[in-house]
């Protein structure tokens, strides 16, 4: 015992040590931010942490895990930046949800997340300023693209300045732990149909209810004790339930991507994307023609999907995920002899690569 308190001694020694190196840390912090807000630049810089987490992550020599010293950073960042000024982001609620958790992985615990009730209402608040930033989703591995966010770029003025991915897990919660209680399960759509095999292999012989959102689904069940619900983890917390059955998906490798949309341009990274609208006139060949600059530059396109214009019948615009920022002298060229050859083009952004 003796041997384990010298121990615990030097620890609460090296705690003291990184309080006051916090503490040093975000005195330069604010002192940046001053600077900033006198040059009107903007405080949040994606690249800038993303640098960051790079550096330390590379010269990491251990024992302590590499992948914790992201989640580690990105609270102390968080919390400096709330001393400069409060970070307000607007999410397609409400709390618990998927997305949700993407606005906390990307901005901290410090930040002032802001439920909302649709992704409209995500992109005026973001446009009128009285949010910082914004997440919305965008696709899911396996249900694919969310069209209604992609119609929502068509007349925003809105730049996408970051992307966040968040793996999905499901699970049964409700208010005792026990199967043996549930008469109803509920849930969002996707997320019934994405354990539609577990819940058919376990025979459960329940009603399944419909809701608007997973953490609605678990709100309902915090209030009903013969009910339950297929939700996150943090839903399980904020609604004060137990889990039933954990990681009930059928499929496993499930993310989905959302991005970070505000007013401002993410600077160069090295590993950044760019994303585009674009539409091409109703000729042979066009589509072929306006794509030909980005394979004569070896340039990765990630994501390609159409989308009614909404504007003209049987009129499409064309989004495209690229590899590389706006700033690479590739992708200025491609991008220029890409315009000549459509109709209509549209820059969304570039912005740096998430993390899986």
Same mark, same amino acid.
């Given at each position: ?31 940046? &931010? ?12 994606? =690249?800038?942490?993303?640098? +960051?987490?790079?550096?330390?992550? @590379? &010269? ?11 989640? #580690?950073?990105?609270?102390? +960042?968080?919390? =400096? ?11 397609? &609620? ?5 997305? *949700? ?8 615990? =410090? ?10 209402? #995500? ?10 930033? &914004? $997440? ?50 509920? =849930?969002?759509?996707?997320? +019934? ?10 025979? $459960?012989? #329940? ?20 009910? @339950? ?7 399980? $917390? ?14 496993? *490798? /499930? ?26 006139? *109703? ?6 023609? @306006?794509?030909?600059?980005? @394979?004569?530059? %070896? ?21 495209? %995920?690229? %590899?590389? *920022?706006?700033?690479?002298?590739? $992708?200025? /060229? ?6 000549? /050859? ?15």
């Amino acid at each position: 015992m003796k041997k384990i308190d010298r121990y615990r001694q030097a620890i609460d020694g090296i705690d003291d040590e990184i309080l006051e190196l916090l503490n040093k840390r975000a005195s330069l912090v604010v002192e940046i &931010g001053n600077l900033k807000k006198g040059s009107g630049q903007p405080l949040y810089v994606p =690249s800038r942490e993303l640098s +960051i987490f790079e550096r330390l992550g @590379a &010269g990491n020599t251990g024992p302590f895990p590499t992948d914790a010293i992201r989640n #580690v950073f990105r609270e102390i +960042i968080s919390a =400096s930046l709330s001393l400069e000024e409060l970070q307000k982001v607007a999410y397609l &609620g409400p709390a618990g949800t998927f997305t *949700h958790l993407a606005g906390i992985k990307n901005f901290g615990l =410090s930040a002032k997340l802001i439920p909302l009730r649709s992704i409209d209402e #995500v992109f005026s608040e973001v446009e009128k300023r009285r949010c910082d930033f &914004g $997440i919305i989703p965008i696709e899911n591995s396996l249900e694919g693209i969310v069209n209604h966010t992609i119609d929502m770029f068509m007349d925003s003025t809105l730049t996408i300045c970051g992307e966040v991915f968040t793996e999905v897990n499901h699970n049964l919660m409700n208010k005792s732990g026990k199967s043996e209680d549930i008469k109803t399960i509920y =849930s969002h759509p996707q997320a +019934i149909a994405q354990c539609k095999g577990w819940l058919s292999k376990k025979g $459960i012989d #329940v009603t399944i209810v419909e809701s608007p959102s997973t953490a609605r689904a678990a709100e309902i069940a915090s209030k009903d004790f013969s009910a @339950a619900a297929i939700s996150s983890e943090a839903a399980e $917390i904020l609604y004060n339930l137990r889990i039933v059955e954990r990681n009930i998906e059928d499929y496993r *490798h /499930n993310f989905t991507r959302f991005l970070v949309i505000g007013n401002i341009k993410s600077a160069r990274t090295g590993n950044d994307k760019t994303s585009i609208m674009f539409s091409v006139m *109703h000729t042979s060949g066009s589509l072929f023609k @306006a794509l030909t600059p980005f @394979a004569e530059d %070896d340039i990765n396109l990630t994501k390609i999907e159409s989308r009614p214009s909404k504007r003209k019948a049987w009129d499409y615009i064309f989004f495209v %995920d690229i %590899d590389g *920022h706006l700033e690479d002298n590739r $992708i200025k /060229n491609a991008l220029d002899n890409f315009s000549k /050859n459509v109709s209509f083009l549209k820059i969304l952004g570039s912005y740096p690569r998430g993390i899986i």
